[in-house]
């Protein structure tokens, strides 16, 4: 497909997506800005943008995954150059926003961390934000800025259509996973089922119950993201000892930190399908393990953004 760009276009990338954002350039027909990010000897964040974007409509690429305090100072202060150096717009592209599990205060004197990002980003100078299931949509509402929201959940139902399995259920790993369940569910004219499931503190989670019939059945886990992948190998367990005849797992943000690799290696998952919103690197890519691009999804929202198009359809 060809993209109508103007001269006023331009696109950035930081560390975090550097592969992502390269793939978005070459499908958008354009080349990615010319910028540096280096350090000072004490590790301060230095960045140099080499080349003009005095009344440009930027669109800068950078999930804040692990290291995660690293990459978000890195975005802020680009947003800061960009909006010192006359850049008309700066839109940012998250595919996966970090510390969006702290969207609340679960408990007294707690933080909500999400809502602090929300307003750094708005105060650097940022004019609209557009990433990938956001782990609590209401934290679109920390904005006072438009946010585009794509959802992952039409990449990963398609792998699993094109892969054609017989006798599919899916599986919500929790009560708050369910609606992303039937969305899955609804595209692949499947059943669902979700795990009863219990968390007595954060990365540690126990499996209670399964409701719903998964006998026999290719079961599909889905969620947003998997961290420690604590949840999916205790359910994948769990699903099998009850009868599954094979269990498959699927998240858009993998952000696979501490023991996940090993745990996924060790448990019955056939395959774990994920995006590439976090850039994986070379020691996580096991052979279950299979990464799908949001690349298309995501120029497809740039483009009908640059040229004032709605981007609902992408929502659906």
Same mark, same amino acid.
């Given at each position: 497909?060809?993209? *109508? ?56 690429? *950078? ?31 998250? #595919? ?14 707690? #933080? ?10 708005? %105060?650097?100078?940022? %004019? ?16 006072? !800025? ?11 139902? *398609? ?32 059943? !669902? ?20 019939? !998964? ?15 604590? %949840? ?35 448990? #019955? ?48």
């Amino acid at each position: 497909m060809t993209y *109508q760009l103007n001269e006023r276009f331009k696109m950035f990338t930081l560390n975090s997506n550097r592969k992502l954002a390269t793939e978005m350039a070459q499908l958008l027909g354009c080349e990615l800005g010319r910028c540096s990010v280096s350090r000072f000897s004490d590790g301060e964040i230095q960045i140099n943008i080499e080349e003009s974007v005095r009344g440009s409509e930027v669109y800068l690429v *950078q999930s804040t995954s692990q290291p995660g305090n690293e990459y978000i100072m890195e975005l802020l202060i680009m947003v800061d150059a960009l909006k010192r150096a006359s850049a008309k717009n700066i839109n940012v592209v998250i #595919p996966y926003y970090g510390y969006a599990r702290q969207d609340r205060k679960a408990r007294s004197r707690e #933080p909500i961390t999400a809502k602090l990002i929300a307003n750094l980003l708005e %105060t650097a100078g940022v %004019t609209r934000v557009i990433t990938m299931d956001l782990h609590a949509p209401q934290i679109q509402g920390f904005f006072d !800025i438009p946010v585009d929201q794509l959802i992952g959940v039409p990449i990963l139902s *398609q792998y699993f259509e094109n892969k054609g399995l017989e006798d599919m259920v899916i599986v919500a790993p929790d009560n708050g996973g369910v609606v992303r369940a039937r969305k899955m569910a609804s595209r692949l004219h499947a059943p !669902i089922a979700f795990l009863d499931k219990r968390r007595p503190e954060p990365n540690v989670a126990e499996i209670m119950n399964i409701v719903g019939n !998964i006998a026999g059945k290719n079961a599909i886990i889905i969620d947003d993201l998997i961290d420690t992948a604590g %949840t999916i190998t205790l359910a994948s367990s769990a699903l099998m000892e009850n009868g599954a005849k094979a269990v498959y797992a699927c998240c858009t943000h993998p952000v696979l930190s501490g023991p996940a690799i090993s745990r996924i290696e060790a448990s #019955p998952i056939t395959e774990l399908v994920v995006t590439n919103t976090i850039e994986l690197p070379e020691e996580k890519m096991i052979n279950k393990i299979t990464s799908l691009s949001v690349g298309p999804l995501l120029v497809e929202a740039i483009a009908r953004i640059h040229n004032e198009k709605a981007v609902s359809p992408l929502f659906e």
